[in-house]
């Protein structure tokens, strides 16, 4: 029996994700409650997809996570850490009792019957990431509305880009049942070394999806006051829509459709430029005189 969640650690870290994680660009009173909150996110990750852990195990450890982010106990080291970040900055412990809401579902649903039962997952595995991190830096919750997308959206790319992974290694499928039943392709087409017309179309189909999802959070950059955050989001934006263009393109089974390190820091200093000039200009246009009849 694993005793600690530590035992079924991968190693990643936060400088190993596909979009920026508490990168420079946030304001360095910032980054520790949203390094705390990665960690713990990342610590009960590694219980839910350890490839040997048993089901009773891996609940068992983040039932620890739970009770120590509670107080009740202080088997989980980043759990406790986190109860403390969260407690000193005044902020609730609900968005990360909903992250394990979704780890506990990694563990125990292996399919998903459709795109609604995926948004549902997203919900508790994506959203409340977005959500907390708006919290920390005092962000109005009006804008959850453009933050959900956005982190459904990426949650979405991940699954697509690592399908047949996930597959492979966990039997986890996160491709809707629905769309592969109308495609005419299975589950067990994921084993193959390229993907097939049929699954090919239902990955550009949920790509298409995706899309929408990432034009519905298209004016959330802006509707944020902190810049340094705003323009961090503004990256992940862009980031997001190159990766899902190449998913609409590429097979993920047999292609590579994940940014390398040359290509995210071409992106990263593109946008950063846009977004400091739009965030100039704003002031001006916005009190910019009427034109004389």
Known sequence: MMETANALSSGK???????????????PRHRPSILAFYRFARTADDVADHPSATPAEKLRLLEDMK????????????????????????????????????????????RYASWDELMDYCRYSAMPVGRFVLDVHGEDR????????????????????????????LDRVYLPLDALGRAGASVEDLKAPKASAALRSVIEG????????????K???????????????????????????GLIRKDPLSERVHHRKTEMLGLTLL?????SLMR????????KPALEP
């Open 13 to 27: 870290g936060h400088t190993d994700e596909n979009f920026p994680v508490a990168s420079v660009l946030i304001h």
């Open 67 to 110: 009770e120590s982010l509670l107080g009740n106990s202080r088997a989980s080291a980043e759990a406790v850490a986190l109860r403390q970040a969260l407690g000193a900055r005044g902020l609730s412990t609900q968005h990360a009792l909903d992250l394990l809401e979704a780890f506990r579902r990694d563990v125990t649903k292996l």
């Open 142 to 169: 009006g804008t959850w509305r453009y933050s959900d997308p956005l982190c459904a959206a990426l949650q979405v790319i991940n699954h697509l880009q690592d399908c047949a992974k996930d597959y492979r290694d």
């Open 206 to 217: 949920l790509a298409l999806r995706t899309d929408a999802l990432l034009a519905e959070a």
């Open 219 to 245: 004016p959330f950059a802006d509707m944020i006051a902190d810049f340094r955050l705003g323009l961090e989001v503004m990256v992940i934006q862009r980031l997001a829509e190159s990766l899902n263009r």
């Open 271 to 275: 946008t950063a430029s846009r977004f």
């Open 280 to 287: 100039a200009m704003r002031p001006r246009i916005a009190h």
